[in-house]
């Protein structure tokens, strides 16, 4: 380990010292060390303890739009102004069950909206949007940002592997956070989204801010808290930002997996799907159209009329899918029954996120293959009534080896009693510039 | 990056993130952390991240003591009970002009305990004991631990570089810290200190702990947490231990720097030398004596006897020094004048530090040489009366192009005014187990 060479404009230990001394970092700090982080001058030694210093001391908001604005200078931004179409996109800041993504982009390009969504892979118990469409059989994500804009123009939506050009300091950073513990600190989470989602051009952004035991944000605080934060962030950026703060408390939908998560969006395409996966689906798509100023259209409408189906159709097929095949099903189930008769008044995300990650569903860590028919499915909601014996949940896997740890991640995770459980409404709050 | 291997006890982020989180560390979470570090299975940007995390949340006395007792185990211990000689160590936390090693050493062993001084090299201000001694012509730092036994038995003195093998955990820690702004935490000072004095095998053991603004603390509170920390860690371990608190508001002595250093040492040993370095020298050496059980021999007469200066003559003539040989002297000298006549005030002990090691008696990473000869010797110490023009400072350098940036270091850091300023003792408290 060798210290900052001197040539530079600032030395490591003077700005991680200024922080853990509960100091402002200053612009031309926080530009160094985020561009000399990127060239390597910076150690990831160095970088982790200022993480760590972050995370424990805090960034005001002008700190974090500074450490946001390096990050986006830190590589390429792209640019949607030669379409024909206005653009929203969307990010979720992850949950269980959470397939949103995949009937949201086809229904808002169906009511005329573009929607390009830049998706990474998942690591841990929150699944990766790419990881679910990998599941059918022929979809590729990785397009060139050519074959990108075309496929944005001519079907109005795109989900597809983020380039290595936008914000490599985050790509960096983001690797280091995993493994040094510093992933949950506002300022790092909301700078890290933002820098991407502003880096990648569009015109207008809906948040989608999950809260409860299966999200980052375990409390409605913390959760608004990193709302307001990403949303000064965008507005500032000159995007027009607007934040729902949803239920993360218990899996959104029935299904959690790769090939179970496309099945249940192809079902809500169809017009049907579980309760509370099209209120989430619409309100986010009411948010993406008034954003990028289209009031005119109520998606219900279109969702009940079978264009979004058409748009999803066209989609899968640009990128190489083929949206009828069959959809891998797993070598092996195990069903959980419920264990007396009643009302299930919990069930837990995290759960069953952690299940469905030992499934095969999910990955330990970067590069690992994941399972595309692992996962979970649900029987009943908070809320169902409940027989005993009933099957409550299945299982599925093609390693059955993973059966017992997935098991012993569901301890607890459930709860059948004689309480009245509302299903309540997924959106909790709504956060505006 | 890549996560813990699955076969290991714990995972790294698991305990990172529980001191992140305020939570203690149990002791399994401890010895596995500092041994898998030292194994290389722990990334040093994992450790930097815990060390910052243990900076900023602390840890309690237990989490301390077996922190330090896991970097013992890292490595080798050393055993002393083969002496026939008593033995009692010395450590100082560092501070500017402080060479009391040097004649406390031989002092020491001439009233009959012997002293194994497993010493460093300087980084930063303050200066590094074997930088100061390999100013000596011939001089050799380096010895097997059977010539270090050897010499102890034959003359009862030694100072010389701590072998790689005594906690190697610490060794890589402290490097790292160096480089991550985390070398300022009392857990991780009082660990690091005490588990090389333990490992090294000393009968009993006396800390200078300094205090003021040339040393790590500051202030008293602080100075005297550490202390507590380190006598409660060696007692604790079967270590006699005590502590004394002196001040280091002002550099010790009249000399800062290599060879000029090494020659207010031998004015000591030949009964002469500043009137604060040899109080603090007789005032440490009695509680070597005292804490190795020889209560009946006063120093002071030890050192005007002059058997102490044969002891050193002895001491550097078996490491291959010349005592008598005639020590370097620098290329170009630059005075400092008193701009007023009054009362020298204040002489900031950090100003000379950083002086004296931009003029070339430091070094600014670990491997790079020293100028034997650079230094600063000041002509009056707080208290003394001083009159407009005379010399208050010179430094000393082979390269003159330092001056300038030492001078630097220089300004505000001296004041000559009408107050009266007693010169005070350099002992302002003990701490005992």
Not at 39 to 44: E, G, H, L, S, T
Request: charged fraction near 20%.
């Amino acid at each position: 380990m060798t210290p900052t060479p001197i040539t530079e404009a600032f030395d490591a230990v003077e700005v991680i010292a200024a922080k853990r001394d509960k100091h402002e970092l200053t612009d031309a700090q926080i530009d160094w060390v985020v561009d000399a982080y990127t060239r390597d001058v910076v150690a990831n030694e160095q970088m982790s303890a200022l993480a760590m210093a972050i995370l424990l001391n805090g960034m005001n908001r002008r700190e974090i739009a500074r450490w946001t604005a390096a990050m986006i200078a830190s590589g390429e931004r792209m640019d949607f102004s030669s379409l024909s179409w206005p653009t929203a996109d969307k990010h979720s800041t992850g949950g269980v069950g959470d397939k949103i993504t995949l009937p949201l982009a086809p229904l808002v390009a169906a009511c005329g909206v573009a929607v390009p969504q830049l998706s990474g892979r998942g690591l841990g118990h929150t699944g990766g949007t790419l990881d679910k469409l990998e599941s059918i059989p022929g979809w590729n994500a990785a397009l060139s940002n050519e074959q990108m804009l075309h496929q944005l123009e001519d079907i109005g939506a795109v989900i597809c592997a983020a380039g290595s050009g936008l914000a490599p300091a985050d790509k960096k950073l983001y690797a280091l956070r995993d493994v040094t513990a510093t992933v949950e600190a506002i300022p790092l989470i909301a700078s890290s989204i933002m820098s991407k989602k502003i880096a990648e051009g569009t015109g207008s952004l809906v948040l989608d801010v999950k809260v409860g035991t299966g999200a980052f944000m375990k409390n409605l605080a913390d959760a608004r808290e990193l709302a307001e934060t990403m949303v000064a962030l965008g507005t500032d950026a000159g995007v027009k930002t607007v934040a729902l703060l949803t239920d993360m408390s218990t899996p959104l939908g029935l299904k959690a997996g790769n090939a179970l998560e496309v099945a249940e969006s192809v079902e809500v395409l169809a017009g049907g799907g579980p309760a509370d996966v099209v209120e989430l689906t619409l309100a986010l798509a009411r948010e993406m159209l008034a954003a990028a100023g289209k009031t005119d259209i109520d998606p219900a409408g279109v969702l009940a009329s079978g264009k979004a189906m058409d748009v999803w159709k066209r989609m899968i097929t640009a990128q190489g899918g083929d949206p009828d095949a069959a959809l891998p099903v797993s070598k092996e189930t195990h069903t959980v029954n419920a264990p007396a008769s009643g009302t299930l008044v919990r069930l837990d995300a995290m759960g069953v996120g952690v299940a469905a990650w030992r499934l095969g569903a999910g990955r330990s860590r970067p590069g690992e293959a994941v399972q595309a028919a692992a996962g979970v499915v649900l029987h009943a909601k908070p809320g169902d009534s409940v027989v005993e014996g009933q099957p409550l949940l299945t299982l599925h896997t093609d390693t059955p080896v993973r059966f017992a740890r997935s098991l012993a991640a569901l301890e607890g995770a459930f709860e059948v009693g004689d309480r009245l459980a509302g299903a309540g409404s997924v959106v909790l709050d709504r956060v505006i510039g």
